[in-house]
């Protein structure tokens, strides 16, 4: 599809310079919208910016390349205004919206705008509560904390000594599906993760053995089952949440689970641990999300209406992980649609 | 009981045997972070993931009549952890309720109906109790900077009223020995029950309200009757 002539030009604010946010800019764009992209932080790509390609002998669809063709095009896009280290300040209902952006509490720019796309991400669970020693013991790692490891340097080696491990333990589900954090959900991205990342790591470094406590294994994409086949001989799969996580003199950790094998408790050694973090709603998505007069759900993610996949307000849409969690392919989707929405509100 | 192996009638099984349960059982995910962190997990077979599940199925006879919910210490790190919050110790102590008293375990039954009996868990003669209380109360008046120290067995109008676990005058009678100490010290005024001392409370164990009840109320007797303000209940 080329562009679309747009004779009245229309203005559009997209918050959130992640995977959805980018896309729905760069949508917005194709069909002659000025786009005002807002993002906080002091670069564009958001946490898909730091996941690591999972391509072993082949492409394994993990979409981690996905983020970079896009963000070079909404570099160079003519309709796209980027603001980084911005946040929005102030909304006015002007029959469409008025809105202050602030860059970095410095100085702040106004822009009109005749509709918004809310794209401003997720917030990763913080696993200090739970009892595996993150932050205490240097060898625990959240799973964002090992692509950004290996998207850096190319392997896993510990944090506290920089060696390579001989046995990795990943953990599934850490404050997903928990309803005493008020995360009922399952964050849907972190099993194919976890297991797309282990056998990465068995592939660049064969000597490391890996272990991945789960309570079930949710499964992604058509080929799950035939590469879960495979993964079995490569990974040590136990269907147990461990509890307690203590180092050793050595400077080791010792894991205690109930292994539904043997029926026995057992404190099991490894080098390091990944836990498999949960997605949760952003930090200011309730902040945000009061300045345009949006309704949240009671799980803290943006509630959309019955019929449509926007929010009931009108002019204002969401796209990617405001909406709960999900993946990459999802997010550009769901960006696809808000983007589809907002054309329609707009007439164009 | 059914052994976990042995292949079972799923038609038997009826999901609504515990539905009067109000501890969250049927929101088990099966994570089995609860037997992870259980100290007792694997001891007859036994860890609490197995035990929620037996609840959640309606296996009624299973449960109670297993020696299962006997071997959980009540600990209660399994609902710590526990991402569901179910209450697994008090679900543990229901199932214990629902078996007949006299096939509660030994210790516990023997010793919960001494206490029902004769006020304290060893059937201690109240003779006894005073001369073992008397006799330590002389081994501390006899250490540097403790003369003259006494027991005050009953004292009408005592600040302090405290109970005795039944260990305390059994085979650690030493124990006894640092509360005590630190009240003289204090300058505290405080008094201890001649009898139906006993501090522990079994039927939270047994699952035995009734008895709970009982014990309880005899500690209230006694400040009503000493006219005591505060208790020192130290289980």
Request: charged residues 25%; aromatic residues 8%; hydrophobic residues 40%.
């Amino acid at each position: 599809m080329g562009s679309i002539i747009n004779m009245q030009r229309k203005h559009a604010i997209v918050i959130g310079g992640g995977i959805a946010g980018l896309c729905a800019a760069l949508e917005l764009a194709r069909f002659d919208i000025d786009v005002d992209l807002v993002e906080k932080g002091p670069a564009l790509g958001g946490h898909a910016r730091s996941l690591t390609c999972k391509a072993t002998d082949r492409c394994v669809k993990c979409g981690a390349c996905l983020v970079e063709e896009r963000l070079q095009a909404v570099v160079e896009n003519p309709n796209i205004k980027v603001h980084l280290g911005s946040e929005i300040m102030e909304v006015q209902d002007s029959g469409g919206f008025s809105v202050v952006i602030s860059n970095e509490g410095k100085s702040t720019c106004s822009c009109e705008a005749d509709a918004v796309i809310i794209a401003s991400g997720f917030s990763l669970f913080r696993p200090d509560g739970k009892p595996y020693g993150y932050k205490r013991f240097a060898n625990v790692l959240t799973n964002l904390d090992l692509e950004r490891m290996i998207r850096m340097q190319g392997s896993v080696k510990r944090p506290s000594d920089q060696r390579e491990p001989e046995k990795i333990a990943f953990i599934q589900c850490v404050g997903s599906r928990d309803a005493k954090t008020g995360h009922l959900w399952c964050s849907r991205i972190c099993c194919g993760a976890a297991l797309r990342m282990s056998r990465l790591i068995r592939s660049r470094q064969p000597q490391v053995t890996i272990s991945v406590f789960y309570i079930d294994i949710q499964s992604s994409g058509r080929d799950f089952q035939f590469f879960l086949d495979g993964l079995r001989n490569d990974v040590r799969l136990i269907r147990a949440i461990p509890a307690d996580v203590f180092r050793t003199e050595d400077d080791r950790l010792s894991m205690s689970y109930f292994d539904p094998t043997s029926r026995q408790s057992k404190d099991e050694i490894f080098d390091m641990i990944i836990l498999s973090v949960g997605l949760c709603p952003g930090d200011d998505l309730k902040g945000l999300c009061s300045l345009f007069g949006m309704k949240l759900s009671d799980s803290g993610f943006v509630t959309v209406s019955d019929k449509t996949e926007y929010p009931e307000k009108h002019g204002v849409f969401a796209a990617g992980t405001v909406l709960g969690p999900m993946g990459i392919a999802e997010s550009i989707a769901s960006a696809g649609k808000a983007v589809w929405e907002a054309i329609r509100y707009l007439k164009i | 009981m059914t052994k976990p192996d042995e292949i079972m009638d799923l038609s038997q099984i009826d999901h609504g045997v515990f539905r009067s349960f109000p501890f969250l059982q049927d929101h088990c995910i099966t994570c089995g972070i609860c037997s992870s962190s259980c100290p007792v997990s694997g001891i007859d077979g036994f860890d609490p993931r197995k035990l929620v599940r037996l609840i959640s199925l309606g296996m009624k006879d299973e449960a109670v009549d297993s020696r299962w919910p006997w071997i959980c210490t009540m600990c209660g790190k399994c609902q710590y952890v526990c991402p569901m919050d179910i209450h697994i110790p008090d679900l543990v102590r229901a199932v214990r309720s629902m078996r007949e008293r006299d096939k509660v375990p030994g210790i516990l039954h023997k010793g919960l109906e001494a206490a029902i009996r004769t006020g304290n868990n060893l059937g201690l003669p109240k003779e006894d109790f005073i001369f073992i209380l008397e006799d330590v109360g002389e081994e501390i008046a006899e250490e540097p900077g403790f003369e003259g120290f006494t027991v005050p067995i009953d004292k009408d109008g005592a600040n302090i009223l405290t109970t005795i676990h039944n260990k305390l005058v059994n085979t650690h009678t030493e124990d006894l020995k640092h509360w005590w100490k630190i009240f003289y010290a204090a300058g505290e005024d405080w008094t201890v029950p001649s009898d139906q001392w006993e501090g522990t409370n079994w039927g939270l164990f047994t699952g035995d309200d009734q008895a709970m009840k009982t014990m309880v109320g005899r500690i209230a007797d006694h400040m009503d009757r000493l006219k005591v303000k505060n208790l020192l209940w130290p289980e």
